[in-house]
């Protein structure tokens, strides 16, 4: 029960029965999609694009939704995104029973459904931590893996009984009242708002300093490498399914559910089994464990010769699948401040959806040139070499753990100064005096300096050496306005807290290093 723990949150409860209503409507949609495409085409590479035409969305337009979930109402943008969701089901349905439907523009309306998954993931995701305890995030991150793998066996088993019951078109209105019903939920909940009492950053400015502290965070940097790699190879079992129902096994809308619904049963299973697995094995031998799963899981789908053997391999795949994105998700989720958390998380899923559209065009045109066998076949050696050279560079269990309780702290060095917020760039100055024999651990030290400044938004950081004076440092970094500068003292940490008391330590003397504001004065003609 250990896994199902998070549910005794009212306000998580709410958000997970909603996440579970709207990814099963999703899944109709796409599964309907999906099945409609073999009959408008019988290109492998057009059928594996409908993968893509899932994936690329979330791809395109996680890191905006994140910026927008960080700097608005989440509730509101979860809102917002229902109404596009809605319109695009309504546009489904009336070209499909108007007769209009082409496989092209089957793949545009894909994409723009997908366009609603791509804004409401990240977004929920970043809501998570704020609904439940510390303790139980990586609980409650895997049972958003339990509501997308229940909807991925609800959702195509309902997807099949309805399109052999009141047919394709059809289906697509009822995910149109699907979207309406989670609508209103999303409306009756609570609001999640920033707390900040400064102005919202510019929309393109938050969007670069997501990206920017992703790739300046050493937890961010491996759960990024491997959720790419993991993915790219691990999506040829989804990207092609329909292939492998329609073609391998002569099978017709009832095997492809059948199929997809092991795929999702064997993710459910996955997350259930996660708190017992945690508690034997560590990070890393969870991504080998899952690894090896997924391997086996895509060679057995290349052999398979009837659909319950083909079961039991996406019953492996599903479980490796879910499984691996739940470990590096709980690893970059443990490393993301509240302020910054949507964009993290949208870089991050942004990342798996980048390997899956790749892999997703990848092995569609390795089937088309050569079969759907040696396609499979390929992607799962492939991936055991590619784990094994990624995890060479990029292990997790080296990570520490982080504290990112937020630390109120006046920004002194404002006070009785008048600058306009949009001023700028600023320069920092802080001078140490340190003892020239510790200089190489000091250099370490701020080689994490250098990391912090940056994934905060500095523009550029620098650390120079007194020529004349061995033991005198300067530090100095960039930021873009007055008002980025304040925002660095607001979103300070007790990790960030910790830092600063290493650094300082170096210093010699009874005052702590000097702090000093320079201000760009422009020497253009007025």
């Known amino acids: 029960m250990t896994a199902w723990l998070p549910l005794r949150h009212s306000a998580y409860r709410a958000l997970w029965l909603a996440s579970l209503a709207t990814l099963t409507g999703s899944w109709i949609a796409d599964s309907t999609a999906a099945w409609l495409m073999t009959s408008l085409s019988s290109s492998p590479l057009m059928v594996a694009l409908m993968a893509s035409a899932v994936s690329f969305p979330i791809l395109l337009m996680a890191l905006p939704a994140g910026a927008v979930a960080d700097l608005f109402d989440r509730r509101m943008v979860l809102i917002v995104t229902q109404v596009w969701v809605t319109v695009v089901s309504l546009a489904l349905f009336a070209v499909s029973l108007g007769g209009r439907m082409t496989a092209e523009l089957l793949l545009a309306l ?207 795949g599903g479980l490796a699948w879910t499984a691996t994105f739940n470990v590096l998700s709980v690893t970059a989720q443990m490393a993301l401040p509240d302020w910054v958390r949507a964009r993290g998380t949208a870089v991050f899923i942004a990342s798996g959806m980048a390997g899956a559209t790749a892999g997703g065009i990848a092995w569609g045109q390795v089937a088309a040139l050569a079969s759907i066998e040696r396609a499979m076949e390929i992607a799962a050696f492939a991936s055991l070499v590619a784990f094994a050279l990624m995890r060479r560079r990029y292990r997790l269990g080296g990570l520490a753990e982080t504290d990112l309780t937020p630390v109120q702290i006046s920004a002194e060095f404002a006070a009785g100064v008048a600058i306009e917020n949009d001023h700028g760039p600023v320069m920092v100055t802080l001078e140490y005096r340190i003892n020239p024999e510790r200089a190489e651990e000091f250099s370490a030290v701020m080689a994490d300096s250098r990391r912090w400044r940056l994934r905060h938004g500095a523009l550029h950081w620098g650390l120079y050496r007194d020529i004349a004076d061995p033991g005198r440092y300067i530090e100095h970094f960039l930021v873009d306005s007055w008002l980025d500068r304040l925002r660095q003292i607001e979103r300070l940490t007790a990790e960030d807290i910790a830092l600063r008391d290493r650094k300082n330590a170096f210093h010699l003397g009874a005052e702590p290093p000097q702090m000093r504001h320079l201000l760009m004065e422009p020497t253009e003609r007025r």
């Open 110 to 316: 894909t994409f723009a459904h997908g366009i609603g998954s791509a804004i409401r993931l990240p977004v929920v995701a970043a809501m998570t931590p704020g609904l439940v305890p510390r303790a139980d995030l990586p609980n409650a991150l895997a049972l958003h893996g339990v509501s997308f793998n229940g909807a991925r066996v609800i959702g195509p088993v309902l997807a099949g009984l309805l399109l052999s019951w009141i047919g394709g078109a059809w289906v697509f209105l009822v995910c149109a009242v699907i979207s309406i019903a989670v609508m209103a939920a999303f409306a009756r909940g609570a609001t999640q708002q920033r707390t900040s009492s400064l102005p919202n950053e510019r929309f393109v400015a938050a969007m670069r300093l997501g990206l920017q502290f992703s790739r300046q965070t050493r937890a961010m940097v491996a759960a990024l490498a491997h959720v790419t790699g993991y993915a790219f190879f691990a999506v040829v079992m989804q990207a092609l399914l329909p292939l492998v129902a329609r073609d391998r096994l002569n099978g017709d809308a009832g095997t492809y559910t059948l199929l997809l619904a092991s795929l999702g049963v064997g993710a459910i299973a996955g997350v259930l089994a996660l708190p017992a697995l945690r508690r034997r094995l560590n990070r890393d031998q969870l991504l080998a464990a899952f690894a090896i799963t997924q391997a086996v899981g895509s060679a057995a789908l290349s052999q398979a010769t009837n659909p319950w053997l083909a079961a039991a391999a996406l019953f492996a």
